[in-house]
T-cell receptor, first 117, second 115 residues
Framework: AQKVTQAQTEISVVEKEDVTLDCVYE???????LFWYKQPPSGELVFLIR??????QNEISGRYSWNFQKSTSSFNFTITASQVVDSAVYFCALSEAPTGANSKLTFGKGITLSVRP | DTEVTQTPKHLVMGMTNKKSLKCEQH?????MYWYKQKAKKPPELMFV???????INESVPSRFSPECPNSSLLNLHLHALQPEDSALYLCASSPQTGGTNQPQHFGDGTRLSIL
């Protein structure tokens, strides 16, 4: 069975601090996909990144960066120079390779990030 | 603004009412999803439609009835709901590419309150 663990539940930082959100996953599949979504107070889940299990390259997109390490089954997310607009709930999610219809996303419990001015 | 549009944004209904939630996307996606999300919890998958056919039903009670009239529209018909059904209902869509899991795009959700 798949499982995603986001051990941190709430993080509070002051603007301009760097913050890392941890994600640890479990799966028996050799092919799988990892995602990060952001959910601001307005409710919609905003897709941030998808990474497949064969691509361990780290990725940087502006102030966001992701560190994927298969050896530790982790897919951590770092926000550099945080801003108030980064305040949201962040979900890490995992899905196995689909065999037909799209397979299911397994979400972690989410991390509530508060960035104070 | 999201590319997946959900209406209404808020809905208050009694336990004997019948109402419907609507979801629309024009991205050409052939997979559409309904999720239920309680406060401070992750989304829980309810239904998946693939090419307008129901492909996954996560043992959802029959008081929730999904419908996919065409590739752009997804409805969720509600009848005789219980107070514990109060939640944020999220719709999502994704390309049906088979073999690779494309990201799901979510709407803003409908906040449902059952009196």
């Amino acid at each position: 069975a798949q499982k995603v663990t986001q051990a941190q539940t709430e993080i509070s930082v002051v603007e301009k601090e760097d913050v890392t959100l941890d994600c640890v996953y479990e799966t028996r599949d050799t092919t799988y996909y990892l995602f990060w979504y952001k959910q601001p107070p307005s409710g919609e889940l905003v897709f941030l990144i998808r990474r497949n299990s064969f691509d361990e390259q780290n990725e940087i997109s502006g102030r966001y960066s992701w560190n994927f390490q298969k050896s530790t089954s982790s897919f951590n997310f770092t926000i550099t120079a945080s801003q108030v607009v980064d305040s949201a709930v962040y979900f890490c999610a995992l899905s196995e390779a689909p065999t037909g219809a799209n397979s299911k996303l397994t979400f972690g419990k989410g991390i509530t990030l508060s960035v104070r001015p | 603004d999201t590319e997946v549009t959900q209406t209404p944004k808020h809905l208050v209904m009694g336990m004997t009412n019948k109402k419907s939630l609507k979801c629309e996307q024009h991205m050409g996606h052939r997979a559409m999803y309904w999720y239920k999300q309680k406060a401070k919890k992750p989304p829980e998958l309810m239904f998946v439609y693939s090419y307008e056919k129901l492909s996954i039903n996560e043992s959802v009670p029959s008081r929730f009835s999904p419908e996919c009239p065409n590739s752009s529209l997804l409805n969720l018909h509600l009848h005789a709901l219980q107070p514990e059904d109060s939640a944020l209902y999220l719709c999502a869509s994704s390309p049906q590419t088979g073999g690779t899991n494309q990201p799901q795009h979510f709407g803003d959700g409908t906040r449902l309150s059952i009196l």
